[in-house]
Protein backbone atom coordinates (compact mmCIF):
# COMPACT_ATOMS: atom_id res chain seq x y z
CA UNK A 1 0.00 0.00 0.00
CA UNK A 2 1.40 3.36 -1.58
CA UNK A 3 2.63 5.91 1.86
CA UNK A 4 -0.19 8.07 1.95
CA UNK A 5 0.31 11.94 0.81
CA UNK A 6 0.45 14.72 3.97
CA UNK A 7 -2.53 16.48 3.56
CA UNK A 8 -0.73 19.99 4.49
CA UNK A 9 1.05 19.46 1.54
CA UNK A 10 1.04 22.75 -0.69
CA UNK A 11 1.34 22.05 -4.07
CA UNK A 12 -0.98 18.74 -3.47
CA UNK A 13 -4.15 20.39 -5.46
CA UNK A 14 -1.87 20.35 -8.71
CA UNK A 15 -4.20 17.30 -10.16
CA UNK A 16 -7.58 18.74 -8.32
CA UNK A 17 -8.49 20.61 -11.18
CA UNK A 18 -11.50 17.80 -12.21
CA UNK A 19 -13.07 18.47 -8.97
CA UNK A 20 -13.89 21.99 -9.10
CA UNK A 21 -16.50 21.21 -11.50
CA UNK A 22 -18.18 18.62 -9.49
CA UNK A 23 -21.97 19.20 -9.70
CA UNK A 24 -22.80 19.28 -6.10
CA UNK A 25 -23.64 22.43 -4.28
CA UNK A 26 -21.55 24.69 -1.50
CA UNK A 27 -23.61 27.60 -1.15
CA UNK A 28 -27.07 28.27 -2.25
CA UNK A 29 -27.10 30.08 -5.50
CA UNK A 30 -28.19 33.90 -6.31
CA UNK A 31 -30.32 35.08 -9.14
CA UNK A 32 -29.12 34.56 -12.15
CA UNK A 33 -26.72 31.72 -11.50
CA UNK A 34 -29.69 28.88 -12.23
CA UNK A 35 -29.35 29.50 -16.04
CA UNK A 36 -25.48 29.58 -16.75
CA UNK A 37 -24.51 27.31 -13.97
CA UNK A 38 -24.47 27.39 -10.67
CA UNK A 39 -22.15 28.51 -7.84
CA UNK A 40 -22.40 24.51 -6.80
CA UNK A 41 -20.79 23.34 -10.05
CA UNK A 42 -17.71 25.78 -9.65
CA UNK A 43 -16.86 24.87 -6.11
CA UNK A 44 -18.17 21.06 -5.49
CA UNK A 45 -17.62 19.73 -2.22
CA UNK A 46 -14.53 19.68 -0.61
CA UNK A 47 -14.09 16.36 0.78
CA UNK A 48 -14.54 15.26 -2.62
CA UNK A 49 -12.80 17.62 -4.01
CA UNK A 50 -9.79 16.46 -1.89
CA UNK A 51 -9.98 13.14 -2.55
CA UNK A 52 -9.50 13.77 -6.49
CA UNK A 53 -6.30 16.09 -5.63
CA UNK A 54 -4.15 13.13 -5.13
CA UNK A 55 -1.93 12.36 -8.10
CA UNK A 56 -1.93 8.43 -9.63
CA UNK A 57 0.78 6.70 -8.56
CA UNK A 58 3.58 4.39 -9.81
CA UNK A 59 5.35 2.12 -7.74
CA UNK A 60 4.95 3.85 -4.42
CA UNK A 61 5.16 7.63 -5.51
CA UNK A 62 3.69 10.38 -7.86
CA UNK A 63 3.72 9.65 -11.09
CA UNK A 64 5.16 11.96 -13.23
CA UNK A 65 6.11 9.94 -16.61
CA UNK A 66 5.09 11.63 -20.33
CA UNK A 67 2.31 9.06 -20.61
CA UNK A 68 0.82 10.65 -17.23
CA UNK A 69 1.47 14.29 -17.94
CA UNK A 70 -0.47 13.32 -21.53
CA UNK A 71 -3.69 11.95 -20.12
CA UNK A 72 -3.76 14.97 -17.71
CA UNK A 73 -3.77 17.62 -20.54
CA UNK A 74 -6.45 15.60 -22.35
CA UNK A 75 -8.78 15.86 -19.03
CA UNK A 76 -7.37 19.56 -18.82
CA UNK A 77 -8.71 20.39 -21.87
CA UNK A 78 -12.46 18.61 -21.25
CA UNK A 79 -12.42 20.75 -18.16
CA UNK A 80 -11.62 24.04 -19.10
CA UNK A 81 -14.15 23.35 -21.75
CA UNK A 82 -16.69 22.88 -18.75
CA UNK A 83 -15.30 25.58 -16.85
CA UNK A 84 -16.38 27.36 -19.84
CA UNK A 85 -19.74 27.15 -20.53
CA UNK A 86 -19.89 28.47 -16.80
CA UNK A 87 -21.12 32.13 -17.23
CA UNK A 88 -20.43 33.60 -13.78
CA UNK A 89 -21.30 37.02 -15.55
CA UNK A 90 -24.29 37.65 -13.00
CA UNK A 91 -22.48 36.62 -10.27
CA UNK A 92 -21.89 38.29 -7.23
CA UNK A 93 -18.48 39.86 -7.78
CA UNK A 94 -16.86 38.04 -4.71
CA UNK A 95 -18.26 34.81 -6.26
CA UNK A 96 -17.11 35.81 -9.69
CA UNK A 97 -13.63 36.84 -8.52
CA UNK A 98 -13.45 32.42 -7.74
CA UNK A 99 -14.34 31.58 -11.17
CA UNK A 100 -10.94 33.95 -12.10
CA UNK A 101 -8.99 31.82 -9.49
CA UNK A 102 -10.26 28.48 -10.93
CA UNK A 103 -9.66 29.64 -14.47
CA UNK A 104 -5.96 30.81 -13.13
CA UNK A 105 -5.44 27.33 -11.77
CA UNK A 106 -6.37 25.57 -14.70
CA UNK A 107 -4.05 27.79 -17.11
CA UNK A 108 -1.18 26.93 -14.55
CA UNK A 109 -1.62 23.40 -14.94
CA UNK A 110 -1.89 24.25 -18.70
CA UNK A 111 1.39 26.04 -18.74
CA UNK A 112 3.39 23.87 -16.54
CA UNK A 113 2.25 20.85 -19.23
CA UNK A 114 3.24 22.76 -22.01
CA UNK A 115 6.10 25.17 -21.13
CA UNK A 116 7.39 24.94 -17.90
CA UNK A 117 7.57 21.04 -17.14
CA UNK A 118 9.38 20.90 -14.14
CA UNK A 119 9.45 16.94 -14.19
CA UNK A 120 11.25 17.31 -17.66
CA UNK A 121 13.34 20.36 -16.72
CA UNK A 122 14.23 20.66 -13.21
CA UNK A 123 16.09 18.19 -10.93
CA UNK A 124 15.24 20.68 -8.05
CA UNK A 125 11.66 19.12 -8.64
CA UNK A 126 12.72 16.49 -7.15
CA UNK A 127 13.51 17.50 -3.91
CA UNK A 128 11.46 15.86 -1.68
CA UNK A 129 13.02 16.62 1.74
CA UNK A 130 12.25 20.47 3.88
CA UNK A 131 13.39 21.36 6.33
CA UNK A 132 12.00 24.87 7.31
CA UNK A 133 8.26 26.27 7.05
CA UNK A 134 7.52 29.18 4.12
CA UNK A 135 6.86 32.16 5.48
CA UNK A 136 4.07 31.75 1.86
CA UNK A 137 1.00 29.75 1.89
CA UNK A 138 2.92 26.88 -0.09
CA UNK A 139 6.85 26.42 -1.02
CA UNK A 140 7.99 28.42 -3.17
CA UNK A 141 8.74 27.39 -6.70
CA UNK A 142 7.49 24.16 -8.59
CA UNK A 143 7.54 21.03 -5.71
CA UNK A 144 6.21 17.71 -6.12
CA UNK A 145 3.27 15.77 -4.34
CA UNK A 146 5.12 13.28 -1.44
CA UNK A 147 7.02 15.75 0.23
CA UNK A 148 8.89 15.22 3.56
CA UNK A 149 8.21 17.87 5.59
CA UNK A 150 11.03 17.23 7.95
CA UNK A 151 10.33 20.50 10.46
CA UNK A 152 6.88 19.19 11.43
CA UNK A 153 8.83 16.36 13.34
CA UNK A 154 10.09 16.12 16.96
CA UNK A 155 12.84 14.14 17.97
CA UNK A 156 12.83 11.81 19.10
CA UNK A 157 9.72 10.33 17.09
CA UNK A 158 7.15 8.81 18.35
CA UNK A 159 6.45 5.43 16.88
CA UNK A 160 3.59 6.81 15.06
CA UNK A 161 5.63 9.37 13.89
CA UNK A 162 8.73 6.89 13.51
CA UNK A 163 6.38 4.76 11.20
CA UNK A 164 4.67 7.82 9.42
CA UNK A 165 8.24 9.17 8.53
CA UNK A 166 10.13 5.78 7.26
CA UNK A 167 6.58 5.59 4.70
CA UNK A 168 7.10 9.32 3.70
CA UNK A 169 11.27 8.23 3.12
CA UNK A 170 10.13 5.28 1.19
CA UNK A 171 8.78 7.43 -1.71
CA UNK A 172 12.45 8.58 -2.62
CA UNK A 173 13.95 5.93 -4.14
CA UNK A 174 10.81 4.91 -6.28
CA UNK A 175 10.44 9.08 -7.31
CA UNK A 176 14.34 9.58 -8.16
CA UNK A 177 14.38 6.56 -10.19
CA UNK A 178 11.40 7.61 -11.82
CA UNK A 179 13.36 11.31 -12.09
CA UNK A 180 16.25 9.51 -14.27
CA UNK A 181 13.50 8.97 -17.12
CA UNK A 182 11.54 12.05 -16.80
CA UNK A 183 14.60 14.65 -16.98
CA UNK A 184 14.46 14.45 -20.76
CA UNK A 185 15.09 18.73 -20.94
CA UNK A 186 17.68 20.59 -22.11
CA UNK A 187 17.87 23.61 -20.01
CA UNK A 188 21.61 24.21 -18.87
CA UNK A 189 21.61 25.82 -15.87
CA UNK A 190 18.30 24.74 -14.32
CA UNK A 191 20.37 21.25 -14.41
CA UNK A 192 23.43 22.49 -12.67
CA UNK A 193 21.41 24.40 -10.17
CA UNK A 194 19.17 21.39 -9.35
CA UNK A 195 22.11 19.20 -8.80
CA UNK A 196 22.57 20.83 -5.22
CA UNK A 197 19.28 20.68 -4.05
CA UNK A 198 19.58 17.24 -4.44
CA UNK A 199 23.03 17.16 -2.91
CA UNK A 200 21.56 19.25 -0.04
CA UNK A 201 18.61 16.44 0.42
CA UNK A 202 21.43 13.40 0.58
CA UNK A 203 23.33 15.75 3.30
CA UNK A 204 20.57 16.55 5.39
CA UNK A 205 19.11 12.54 5.36
CA UNK A 206 23.00 12.02 6.15
CA UNK A 207 22.62 14.35 9.14
CA UNK A 208 19.26 12.53 10.17
CA UNK A 209 21.18 9.39 11.29
CA UNK A 210 22.20 10.99 14.25
CA UNK A 211 18.55 11.69 14.74
CA UNK A 212 17.13 8.41 14.62
CA UNK A 213 19.85 6.44 16.07
CA UNK A 214 17.34 4.74 18.49
CA UNK A 215 14.55 3.96 15.77
CA UNK A 216 13.89 0.62 14.09
CA UNK A 217 15.24 -1.32 11.22
CA UNK A 218 12.40 -0.69 8.99
CA UNK A 219 13.33 3.10 9.55
CA UNK A 220 16.76 2.87 8.80
CA UNK A 221 16.34 0.91 5.64
CA UNK A 222 13.80 3.26 4.50
CA UNK A 223 16.44 5.80 5.52
CA UNK A 224 19.48 4.76 3.62
CA UNK A 225 17.76 3.97 1.00
CA UNK A 226 16.30 7.20 0.47
CA UNK A 227 20.53 8.64 1.38
CA UNK A 228 21.28 6.06 -1.84
CA UNK A 229 18.90 6.90 -3.83
CA UNK A 230 19.93 10.75 -3.42
CA UNK A 231 23.28 10.32 -3.98
CA UNK A 232 22.50 8.13 -7.39
CA UNK A 233 20.65 11.10 -8.77
CA UNK A 234 23.33 13.47 -8.07
CA UNK A 235 25.77 10.98 -9.63
CA UNK A 236 23.56 10.77 -13.04
CA UNK A 237 22.58 14.50 -13.11
CA UNK A 238 26.37 14.89 -13.10
CA UNK A 239 27.04 12.51 -15.87
CA UNK A 240 23.99 13.80 -18.27
CA UNK A 241 25.27 17.90 -17.46
CA UNK A 242 27.44 18.48 -20.14
CA UNK A 243 25.21 17.29 -23.07
CA UNK A 244 22.46 20.16 -21.38
CA UNK A 245 23.25 23.51 -23.71
CA UNK A 246 19.88 25.35 -24.22
CA UNK A 247 18.69 28.58 -22.27
CA UNK A 248 16.69 28.02 -19.50
CA UNK A 249 14.36 30.80 -19.05
CA UNK A 250 11.08 30.91 -20.73
CA UNK A 251 11.16 33.74 -23.24
CA UNK A 252 9.43 37.12 -23.13
CA UNK A 253 6.16 36.03 -24.06
CA UNK A 254 5.74 33.20 -22.51
CA UNK A 255 6.70 35.00 -19.20
CA UNK A 256 4.02 37.69 -20.14
CA UNK A 257 1.46 35.07 -21.07
CA UNK A 258 2.21 33.36 -17.47
CA UNK A 259 1.92 36.69 -15.54
CA UNK A 260 -1.41 37.48 -16.92
CA UNK A 261 -2.90 34.54 -17.54
CA UNK A 262 -2.13 32.66 -14.09
CA UNK A 263 -0.81 35.15 -11.69
CA UNK A 264 -3.18 37.35 -13.03
CA UNK A 265 -1.25 40.58 -12.93
CA UNK A 266 -2.12 43.11 -15.72
CA UNK A 267 1.20 43.43 -16.97
CA UNK A 268 4.22 42.54 -19.57
CA UNK A 269 7.44 41.49 -19.52
CA UNK A 270 8.53 44.79 -20.69
CA UNK A 271 6.12 46.48 -18.01
CA UNK A 272 7.81 44.73 -15.08
CA UNK A 273 11.08 45.59 -16.27
CA UNK A 274 10.21 48.87 -16.54
CA UNK A 275 8.38 49.25 -13.00
CA UNK A 276 11.57 47.54 -11.06
CA UNK A 277 14.05 50.30 -13.12
CA UNK A 278 11.97 53.19 -11.72
CA UNK A 279 11.75 51.49 -8.09
CA UNK A 280 15.53 50.73 -8.54
CA UNK A 281 16.93 54.29 -9.42
CA UNK A 282 14.29 55.63 -6.78
CA UNK A 283 15.89 53.19 -4.02
CA UNK A 284 18.89 54.27 -4.69
CA UNK A 285 18.31 58.17 -4.83
CA UNK A 286 16.19 57.74 -1.81
CA UNK A 287 18.78 56.30 0.35
CA UNK A 288 21.23 58.90 -0.72
CA UNK A 289 18.93 62.01 0.48
CA UNK A 290 18.23 60.19 3.63
CA UNK A 291 21.61 59.58 4.34
CA UNK A 292 22.75 63.29 3.55
CA UNK A 293 19.24 64.21 5.77
CA UNK A 294 20.83 61.98 8.45
CA UNK A 295 24.77 63.20 7.94
CA UNK A 296 24.92 64.76 11.65
CA UNK A 297 23.34 61.64 13.14
CA UNK A 298 25.58 58.47 14.89
CA UNK A 299 25.68 55.36 12.33
CA UNK A 300 23.72 52.58 13.85
CA UNK A 301 25.19 50.22 15.71
CA UNK A 302 24.53 46.41 14.85
CA UNK A 303 23.59 43.92 17.90
CA UNK A 304 26.60 42.52 19.13
CA UNK A 305 25.47 40.08 21.91
CA UNK A 306 22.72 36.88 21.42
CA UNK A 307 21.81 38.57 25.19
CA UNK A 308 21.17 42.29 23.20
CA UNK A 309 19.92 40.22 20.53
CA UNK A 310 17.50 38.68 22.49
CA UNK A 311 16.58 42.00 24.53
CA UNK A 312 16.32 44.31 21.26
CA UNK A 313 14.40 41.68 19.42
CA UNK A 314 11.48 40.99 21.72
CA UNK A 315 11.44 44.90 22.96
CA UNK A 316 11.40 45.83 19.28
CA UNK A 317 8.25 43.33 18.67
CA UNK A 318 6.22 44.51 21.55
CA UNK A 319 7.13 48.32 20.44
CA UNK A 320 5.75 47.43 16.61
CA UNK A 321 2.10 46.40 17.80
CA UNK A 322 1.81 49.35 20.10
CA UNK A 323 2.70 51.88 17.04
CA UNK A 324 0.08 49.82 15.02
CA UNK A 325 -2.73 49.67 17.12
CA UNK A 326 -1.63 53.57 18.80
CA UNK A 327 -1.71 55.06 15.45
CA UNK A 328 -4.89 52.88 14.08
CA UNK A 329 -2.41 51.43 11.11
CA UNK A 330 -3.89 47.64 11.42
CA UNK A 331 -6.24 45.51 13.30
CA UNK A 332 -4.73 43.60 16.13
CA UNK A 333 -5.68 40.31 16.78
CA UNK A 334 -4.45 37.62 19.33
CA UNK A 335 -2.38 35.63 17.42
CA UNK A 336 -0.31 38.88 15.99
CA UNK A 337 2.38 39.03 18.76
CA UNK A 338 2.81 35.24 19.24
CA UNK A 339 3.16 34.83 15.79
CA UNK A 340 5.79 37.04 15.04
CA UNK A 341 7.66 36.17 18.61
CA UNK A 342 7.89 32.91 17.26
CA UNK A 343 10.48 33.72 14.08
CA UNK A 344 12.74 36.27 15.82
CA UNK A 345 15.42 34.08 15.63
CA UNK A 346 18.37 34.49 16.93
CA UNK A 347 22.20 36.16 17.15
CA UNK A 348 24.29 35.40 14.09
CA UNK A 349 28.01 36.62 14.02
CA UNK A 350 29.16 38.97 11.86
CA UNK A 351 30.95 36.44 9.46
CA UNK A 352 27.93 34.29 9.11
CA UNK A 353 25.24 37.04 8.08
CA UNK A 354 23.28 37.18 4.99
CA UNK A 355 21.39 39.90 3.74
CA UNK A 356 18.51 40.01 5.49
CA UNK A 357 20.62 39.00 8.73
CA UNK A 358 22.80 42.02 8.42
CA UNK A 359 19.45 44.26 8.58
CA UNK A 360 17.95 42.92 11.69
CA UNK A 361 21.18 43.00 13.28
CA UNK A 362 21.08 46.66 13.17
CA UNK A 363 17.17 47.13 13.65
CA UNK A 364 14.73 43.92 14.01
CA UNK A 365 11.55 45.90 13.44
CA UNK A 366 12.84 46.80 9.58
CA UNK A 367 12.38 42.68 9.28
CA UNK A 368 9.34 42.35 11.25
CA UNK A 369 7.51 44.09 8.86
CA UNK A 370 8.35 42.17 6.32
CA UNK A 371 7.28 39.42 8.70
CA UNK A 372 3.38 40.03 7.24
CA UNK A 373 4.02 36.47 5.75
CA UNK A 374 3.49 35.07 9.18
CA UNK A 375 0.14 36.87 10.62
CA UNK A 376 -1.27 36.18 6.95
CA UNK A 377 -0.46 32.33 8.23
CA UNK A 378 -1.79 32.65 11.37
CA UNK A 379 -5.03 34.46 10.20
CA UNK A 380 -5.44 31.64 7.57
CA UNK A 381 -5.82 28.82 10.38
CA UNK A 382 -7.46 31.60 12.86
CA UNK A 383 -9.62 33.12 10.01
CA UNK A 384 -10.26 30.79 7.68
CA UNK A 385 -11.68 32.10 4.31
CA UNK A 386 -15.66 31.88 3.87
CA UNK A 387 -14.55 30.38 0.19
CA UNK A 388 -13.06 27.34 0.06
CA UNK A 389 -11.50 28.10 -3.17
CA UNK A 390 -9.56 30.41 -1.07
CA UNK A 391 -9.08 29.15 2.01
CA UNK A 392 -5.89 26.76 1.06
CA UNK A 393 -2.65 28.00 -0.52
CA UNK A 394 -3.36 28.62 -4.49
CA UNK A 395 -1.48 26.31 -6.80
CA UNK A 396 1.79 27.71 -8.68
CA UNK A 397 2.98 30.91 -6.11
CA UNK A 398 -0.40 32.25 -7.42
CA UNK A 399 -0.34 33.99 -4.59
CA UNK A 400 2.72 35.76 -4.90
CA UNK A 401 1.79 39.32 -5.75
CA UNK A 402 -0.29 39.58 -2.16
CA UNK A 403 1.99 37.63 -0.33
CA UNK A 404 4.86 39.03 -1.24
CA UNK A 405 4.20 42.34 -2.76
CA UNK A 406 1.87 43.21 1.03
CA UNK A 407 5.43 41.73 2.91
CA UNK A 408 7.54 44.36 1.09
CA UNK A 409 5.07 47.04 0.99
CA UNK A 410 4.39 47.27 4.42
CA UNK A 411 8.11 48.18 4.47
CA UNK A 412 7.89 51.47 3.14
CA UNK A 413 4.45 51.82 4.57
CA UNK A 414 5.06 51.94 7.75
CA UNK A 415 8.29 53.71 7.51
CA UNK A 416 6.05 56.91 6.08
CA UNK A 417 3.28 56.50 8.91
CA UNK A 418 6.03 57.22 11.10
CA UNK A 419 7.26 53.97 12.27
CA UNK A 420 11.23 55.36 12.42
CA UNK A 421 10.65 58.56 13.56
CA UNK A 422 12.33 58.27 16.48
CA UNK A 423 15.36 56.48 15.15
CA UNK A 424 15.45 58.52 11.28
CA UNK A 425 18.81 56.23 10.19
CA UNK A 426 16.33 53.14 10.21
CA UNK A 427 14.85 54.58 6.87
CA UNK A 428 18.43 53.72 5.43
CA UNK A 429 17.81 50.41 5.67
CA UNK A 430 14.08 50.07 3.96
CA UNK A 431 15.40 51.72 0.80
CA UNK A 432 18.48 49.29 0.91
CA UNK A 433 16.49 46.52 0.85
CA UNK A 434 14.17 47.98 -1.75
CA UNK A 435 16.99 48.32 -4.10
CA UNK A 436 17.65 44.68 -3.57
CA UNK A 437 14.58 43.26 -4.11
CA UNK A 438 14.62 45.47 -7.42
CA UNK A 439 17.85 44.79 -8.56
CA UNK A 440 17.56 40.53 -8.03
CA UNK A 441 13.86 41.19 -9.72
CA UNK A 442 15.35 42.67 -12.88
CA UNK A 443 18.03 40.19 -13.21
CA UNK A 444 15.28 37.01 -12.93
CA UNK A 445 13.68 39.19 -15.66
CA UNK A 446 16.27 39.06 -18.16
CA UNK A 447 17.48 35.34 -17.37
CA UNK A 448 14.18 34.34 -18.59
CA UNK A 449 14.57 36.55 -21.55
CA UNK A 450 17.53 34.99 -22.20
CA UNK A 451 19.55 38.22 -22.00
CA UNK A 452 21.52 37.06 -19.04
CA UNK A 453 22.87 33.46 -17.54
CA UNK A 454 22.50 33.25 -13.60
CA UNK A 455 25.74 34.57 -13.04
CA UNK A 456 25.29 37.76 -14.24
CA UNK A 457 21.81 38.01 -12.98
CA UNK A 458 23.76 37.60 -9.16
CA UNK A 459 26.35 39.75 -10.50
CA UNK A 460 23.76 42.81 -11.20
CA UNK A 461 21.91 41.85 -7.89
CA UNK A 462 24.97 41.80 -6.17
CA UNK A 463 26.46 45.50 -7.81
CA UNK A 464 23.16 47.31 -7.11
CA UNK A 465 22.47 46.20 -3.63
CA UNK A 466 23.59 49.06 -1.38
CA UNK A 467 26.54 49.30 1.19
CA UNK A 468 27.90 45.37 -0.14
CA UNK A 469 25.53 43.87 1.71
CA UNK A 470 24.52 41.29 -0.74
CA UNK A 471 27.86 39.38 -1.99
CA UNK A 472 29.10 36.26 -4.36
CA UNK A 473 29.46 33.99 -1.34
CA UNK A 474 26.27 34.48 0.40
CA UNK A 475 23.95 30.97 -0.65
CA UNK A 476 21.04 33.32 -0.19
CA UNK A 477 22.17 34.74 -3.55
CA UNK A 478 22.13 31.71 -5.70
CA UNK A 479 19.19 30.24 -4.12
CA UNK A 480 17.14 33.12 -4.98
CA UNK A 481 17.97 33.41 -8.45
CA UNK A 482 17.29 30.20 -8.98
CA UNK A 483 13.81 29.98 -7.25
CA UNK A 484 12.80 33.00 -9.97
CA UNK A 485 14.29 30.99 -12.74
CA UNK A 486 12.68 27.85 -11.48
CA UNK A 487 9.02 30.19 -10.74
CA UNK A 488 8.32 32.69 -13.38
CA UNK A 489 7.16 36.01 -11.62
CA UNK A 490 8.44 35.66 -8.27
CA UNK A 491 11.09 37.47 -8.75
CA UNK A 492 9.39 40.38 -9.59
CA UNK A 493 6.67 40.24 -7.51
CA UNK A 494 8.21 41.72 -4.48
CA UNK A 495 8.28 44.83 -5.92
CA UNK A 496 5.22 44.48 -8.31
CA UNK A 497 2.58 43.95 -5.53
CA UNK A 498 4.00 46.42 -3.85
CA UNK A 499 2.95 48.95 -6.54
CA UNK A 500 -0.36 47.34 -7.20
CA UNK A 501 -1.17 47.38 -3.18
CA UNK A 502 -0.38 51.09 -3.30
CA UNK A 503 -2.32 51.84 -6.14
CA UNK A 504 -4.90 49.89 -4.83
CA UNK A 505 -4.89 51.93 -1.40
CA UNK A 506 -4.83 55.32 -3.77
CA UNK A 507 -7.35 54.63 -5.50
CA UNK A 508 -10.05 53.30 -2.14
CA UNK A 509 -8.96 56.62 -0.58
CA UNK A 510 -9.86 58.45 -3.80
CA UNK A 511 -13.57 56.81 -3.19
CA UNK A 512 -13.89 57.11 0.26
CA UNK A 513 -13.42 60.69 -0.33
CA UNK A 514 -15.56 60.83 -3.06
CA UNK A 515 -18.52 59.59 -0.66
CA UNK A 516 -17.73 62.36 1.73
CA UNK A 517 -16.48 59.63 4.43
CA UNK A 518 -12.59 59.56 6.11
CA UNK A 519 -10.19 56.96 4.76
CA UNK A 520 -9.03 54.93 7.61
CA UNK A 521 -6.07 53.28 6.76
CA UNK A 522 -6.89 50.16 9.23
CA UNK A 523 -10.04 49.81 7.84
CA UNK A 524 -8.10 49.32 4.51
CA UNK A 525 -5.88 47.00 5.97
CA UNK A 526 -8.73 44.99 7.25
CA UNK A 527 -10.54 44.77 3.84
CA UNK A 528 -7.47 43.97 2.25
CA UNK A 529 -6.71 40.86 4.18
CA UNK A 530 -10.52 39.70 4.55
CA UNK A 531 -10.30 38.95 0.70
CA UNK A 532 -7.34 36.27 1.07
CA UNK A 533 -4.01 35.18 -0.31
CA UNK A 534 -5.34 36.04 -3.99
CA UNK A 535 -4.07 38.39 -6.90
CA UNK A 536 -4.01 41.23 -6.44
CA UNK A 537 -5.77 42.11 -9.12
CA UNK A 538 -8.86 40.25 -8.30
CA UNK A 539 -8.41 41.61 -4.86
CA UNK A 540 -8.90 45.06 -6.45
CA UNK A 541 -12.22 44.44 -8.16
CA UNK A 542 -13.28 42.97 -5.12
CA UNK A 543 -12.46 46.65 -3.15
CA UNK A 544 -13.64 48.55 -5.51
CA UNK A 545 -15.68 47.38 -7.78
CA UNK A 546 -12.97 47.75 -11.06
CA UNK A 547 -12.63 45.01 -12.56
CA UNK A 548 -12.23 45.81 -16.04
CA UNK A 549 -8.15 44.97 -15.88
CA UNK A 550 -9.62 41.36 -14.79
CA UNK A 551 -11.60 41.09 -17.59
CA UNK A 552 -9.71 41.95 -19.98
CA UNK A 553 -6.90 39.47 -18.68
CA UNK A 554 -9.58 36.70 -19.28
CA UNK A 555 -10.87 37.64 -22.22
CA UNK A 556 -14.60 38.32 -21.30
Known amino acids: MPPRYRAASPQIRIFALGAVLLLASAAPP ?26 ETLDGAPDYTAEAMAAKQRGLRELQARLAAIDPTDWPVERQVDYQLVRAEMNGLDFNIRVLRPWARDPAYYQSVWTYQSDTPAHEGPTHHALVELWTYVFPLSDEAEAELAA ?47 CGEAFAAALEAAIEASHGLVAWLEAEAESKTAPSGIGKDNYTWY ?7 PMTWEDEVRLLERELDRAHASLRLEEHRNRNLPPLEAISSPEEYDRRANDSVTRYLEFLEREDVLPIKDYMDPALRARIGSYTPPEERNFFATAI ?83 SLYVHSNDFTMKEARDFHVDWTPRGWMREDLDLLGFEQQLYLRQPGYGTSYVTGKYLIERLLAELAEQTEERGEPFSLSAFFAELNAAGNIPLSLVRWQMTGRGEEVRELAGR
Open 259 to 265: LQNVHLV
Open 30 to 55: TRGEEAAGSYGDLVGPSEARRAVERP
Open 361 to 443: HYEPMTLWTHFYHWWDLARMEAEPHPSPIRRGPLLYNIFDSRSEGMATGVEEMMMHAGLYDDNPRVREIVWIMLAQRAARGLG
Open 168 to 214: ELATIPPLLAQARGNLVGEARELWIAGIDNIREQAAVLEGLRDKTED
